[in-house]
């Protein structure tokens, strides 16, 4: 059972995961920071206010029952998404892009595609 412990922590998945785990949990910091700092401020000059918990709230005996929690929740959802959508994703997409391009026009041709332009060398003398 260690021997096999050993060899799932040894896989590159593994590894892997663990550092994207921990990148993302870093970078989550700096999405949190972004929407907390920047875009929830502009949504507060131009509503009034930062988020929306008090939007349809109300009061049952001592209880404040505050629907807008669930909106505010659900638009920072959103914001952090489109974030992360167009700061990492996007960029990442276009890079990935860019370099198997840059892999493709340095690829090395095929022993087929080899054998093909010396047959047609061939058959052009």
């Not at 550092?19 to 700096?30: E, K, L, S």
């Amino acid at each position: 059972m260690i021997q096999g412990f050993k060899e799932f922590i040894a896989r590159g998945n593994a590894m892997e995961m663990a550092v994207g785990i921990i990148i993302g949990a870093a970078f989550g910091n700096v999405i949190t920071a972004l929407v907390e700092k920047s875009i929830n401020p502009l949504i507060g000059a131009i509503f009034g206010q930062p988020n929306f918990d008090s939007v349809l709230s109300f009061t049952i005996g001592d209880a404040v029952v505050m629907p807008g929690a669930t909106l505010t929740a659900l638009v920072n959802f959103l914001i952090v998404a489109f974030a992360l959508y167009f700061f990492i994703v996007v960029p990442m997409n276009k890079l990935a892009a860019a370099r198997k391009k840059g892999e493709e026009e340095e690829a090395e041709p095929t022993d087929v595609e080899l054998l093909a332009e010396i047959r047609d060398l061939l058959k052009k003398s």
